[in-house]
């Protein structure tokens, strides 16, 4: 039994339905710490300066940056986070929990570093169940939505499906579960991309049952729905992997999964919801985390390195794939990274222990550039947001417009007097 064949009787798929409601906003937001002048504002981004000069394009100056909403008391546990570029702004998310209240928190961050109040959505959770997966976002068109999961409080794990809008406004949930699933897992960042048809997603989760081992299944979602015409898939068959990624361009479909004793990734063309995924490359195993981007007829993979990532880029060649000159970037202890992509440009993004680097590499257009044309690194803080606690491992990134957007969770657990995490807005002008 998979989750998309889900016994309508076992739960409620609206939003204020059996246990996934939106709850009254939360009065506190994160404000702005540092301003650059210079920084551009609004949809358009770049706009002009008054005095002192503007820095070069694309430097990764900090224009902004802030903190994320206190947690609801002490030892809250996090999860998370994700971002997204919409066309209003960037969309961020991400999971809190005390006692047995589990919460969703969503907020739109513009151009000009206003964050927005967030909005909270009570997920149903129990005490005894604290999800430690991720939590994952993705925008096409005019909608977004997030996703993460479940965890079994009598009723089954499952999944949450949060629409919603560019300018910030979610829309009606669902929370389908799955009485027959104990635990259903996804991938920090990458469970969830835009899929062939508009306004539908893939989603790649790992699931497991009362007896065997995990398995990871692929699905399409129309909106917050399950696309019936559509099968469940099993990308990487019945192979028991740590996690899968998903990401998708308008030419490229793409999974990852570590697989024994390499870190697998399998393409296909984007064009219809079949799968064809006898086209593959592989790396070394990856664990805990790898990043994974698509663009046009591109992908880029990020693994953990004794120092710094591995960066293994490759084209989709209508049917075949080339690999293309792997990349050593950085050269700290990376605990958490994620890749974002904008016009000519591939951003490697890295949670240090205390700190952030930002890695900017060219040629994202045609062939990658052998070494960052910009790398930034910030340690103990980003602005007058304190890493001092910062662990590295929960970190995420988007591009859009003039700016590169990060988002972090401070640590796995909230309430402390170090921030719950924090967020910037990194220049990247033409």
Known sequence: MRLDHVDDGLLSRACLGAGLALTSLLAACGGSTT????????????????????????????????????????????SGPAIVATSDGFMLGYRDQAGDSLRAVLALLKDDGD??????????????????????????????????SLPDCGQGAGAVFIPFESNGQTEQASGPRNKAFKNLWMAQGGSIAPAAGAGEWELIYRVQQDAGSPWVERVVLQGPTFKVSVPTNKPFGDTEVPYALVATSPQVRAFLAPVQGATVVKLDDRSSDTLDLDVTFSLPRAE????????????????????????????WTGGAVKTLASLQVGKEVVQGGALAVLRDHLFVVQGLSAGIAVHRIDGAGGSLAQEPAVSRDWVGALGDVSLTDFDGARIAAAAARNRVAMTWLTTATGGSAAPVGGWALLRCAE
């Open 35 to 78: 301003n650059d002048p210079a920084g551009g504002s609004g949809g358009g981004g770049g706009g002009g300066g008054s005095g002192g000069g503007v820095p070069p394009a694309c430097a990764l100056e900090v224009e902004v940056a802030g903190e994320l909403p206190p947690s609801v008391g002490f030892d809250t546990q996090l």
């Open 115 to 148: 964050l927005s109040p967030p909005q909270v959505f009570d997920l149903g959770g129990c005490a005894g169940q604290v999800p430690s997966d991720g939590v994952s976002m993705s925008f096409a068109g005019s909608s977004g939505m997030l996703t993460a």
């Open 288 to 315: 805990p985390w790898a990043a994974l981007v698509a663009w046009k007829d591109k992908v880029a993979v990020a693994i953990p390195d004794a120092a710094g990532v591995t960066l293994q880029p490759a084209v």
